[in-house]
């Protein structure tokens, strides 16, 4: 979700009232189709919904929106939306909920951009810098920062049910700061408009040959994910023995180099600690244990002769 300024500037005329299409736009100085183009991609992102009043409709904030600017105006009362929703803010903010010291390397946008962002972040009183170099996120924009988050998930399910059809949960990564990746569990397997069969859903094609699990596994992501991200969907979505061993022999069976995960960006909450702890089991051909793991024999149980100690 990347919100113009103008969508965003909707957003914060709502926030005080509800309104009509024309009123929004004469208010606004935005011709009326404009304003309806973008109120359709608001109500498309579940920020915003239409209620008929009479011969008109009415537009308001959706509302978990205005709950979440209301419990955020409490510690930020002149915070607006058109500030902290606007091009990668939303996605900065979502990566920095879990890291309350940082610095300009750790972030994974241009760092002319970053740079920029973050002073306008200071400026806001969301962001400090206590040292040169080193940067903090106060504890009072925690709240803030988690407020992105949720709108950022709400955005990306209402998004995935339009396309996917039902969709039963959906788990997310916030190990970038200019996207976040999400994968979403269904009962109706669906042909992908950006969405992209993982886990199970895929895992044959890599020669591990799973009965159905009943459940098909979607992830939101511009390319089709290679190998290496299918291993830590696998790792994510079944966070069990199973899982390991699942994700252990898509490695194997492929010649898999699993220390190229250490360079993967999305983890899915799982961490570099944990990654790497995998890829080392992998590594030693299981003489490292992992995750409940002594040895290979586990993953050999599966009955495929291609793993081999």
């Not at 979502?94 to 610095?103: D, N, P, V």
């Amino acid at each position: 979700m990347m919100l113009s300024r103008r969508e965003t500037e909707i957003l914060d005329y709502l926030v005080a009232r509800k309104a009509c299409v024309k009123d929004i736009a004469k208010a606004l100085g935005m011709r009326q189709p404009n304003a309806t183009k973008y109120l359709n991609k608001l109500a498309a992102h579940g920020l915003v919904n239409a209620a008929k009043q009479g011969r008109k409709k009415e537009i308001s904030l959706s509302p978990s929106a205005w709950f979440g600017l209301s419990t955020i105006r409490s510690g930020f009362p002149s915070l607006r939306l058109s500030e902290i929703f606007i091009g990668y803010v939303p996605f900065l903010l979502a990566f920095l909920k879990e890291r309350r010291e940082f610095r300009l390397n750790d972030i994974d946008i241009p760092s002319a951009t970053a740079k920029r962002l973050l002073g306008r972040l200071r400026h806001l009183g969301i962001i400090s810098m206590p040292k040169k170099g080193t940067y903090h996120l106060r504890e009072q924009a925690e709240i803030v920062a988690g407020f992105c988050r949720n709108v950022l998930m709400q955005v990306h399910s209402t998004q995935a049910k339009s396309e996917l059809g039902y969709v039963d949960h959906g788990i997310y990564s916030f190990d970038s700061a200019r996207e976040i990746e999400a994968i979403f569990v269904t009962y109706k397997e669906a042909e992908h408009k950006g969405y992209w069969p993982t886990f199970y859903s895929v895992a044959y094609e890599y020669g591990l040959q799973l009965l159905p699990s009943g459940k098909f596994y979607y992830v939101v992501k511009e390319k089709k994910p290679d190998l290496g991200e299918i291993i830590i969907h696998t790792l994510a979505l079944q966070k069990n023995i199973h899982g390991i061993i699942y994700a252990s022999y898509l490695a194997l069976h492929n010649k898999y180099e699993a220390k190229a995960l250490l360079k993967k960006k999305q983890t899915y909450g799982l961490g570099k600690e944990y990654i790497g702890g995998f890829a080392k089991f992998i590594e030693t051909r299981g003489k490292v244990p992992f995750g409940g793991l002594k040895s290979l024999d586990e993953v050999r149980s599966l009955g495929y002769g291609a793993v081999q100690g």
